[in-house]
Nanobody
Framework: VQLQASGGGLVQAGGSLRLSCTAS????????LAWFRQATGKEREFVAA????????FYADSVKGRFTISRDKAQGTLYLQMNSLQPEDTAVYYC???????????????????WGQGTLVTVSS
């Protein structure tokens, strides 16, 4: 599965961005989808996840209430709507897709199978 993330850019604090992730030739049906991010000098961290089987969503505490993960079933596109962005949200954002994943591994990078190339989000103060 090849994933392509896009939508990153430079935004002022308080602004919004929407990231997109597509998979070549797939609609993500049956997959667990997620976003991770990695800031310079820091470890990769979980941002949000969505289980396409039941549409359950999960968020890191740091983004809860500001970010929304969603999926366009017809287009086969995963989104991350990011509102009220803060400088600490600056990072490279990666989308992931996993056909099977143990729930306890949902927030762990090594638990996810396929990764996109990342898209840079920069939030200026």
């Amino acid at each position: 599965v090849q994933l392509q993330a896009s939508g990153g850019g430079l935004v002022q604090a308080g602004g919004s961005l929407r990231l997109s992730c597509t998979a070549s030739g797939r609609t993500f049906s049956g997959y667990t989808l997620a976003w991770f991010r990695q800031a310079t000098g820091k470890e990769r961290e979980f941002v949000a996840a969505l289980k396409s089987t039941n549409s359950n969503t999960f968020y890191a505490d740091s983004v809860k209430g500001r970010f929304t993960i969603s999926r366009d079933k017809a287009q086969g596109t995963l989104y991350l709507q990011m509102n009220s962005l803060q400088p600490e949200d600056t990072a490279v954002y990666y989308c992931t897709a996993s056909r099977t994943i143990i729930h306890s591994n949902l927030r762990v990078p090594t638990g996810h199978s396929y990764w996109g190339q990342g898209t840079l989000v920069t939030v200026s103060s």
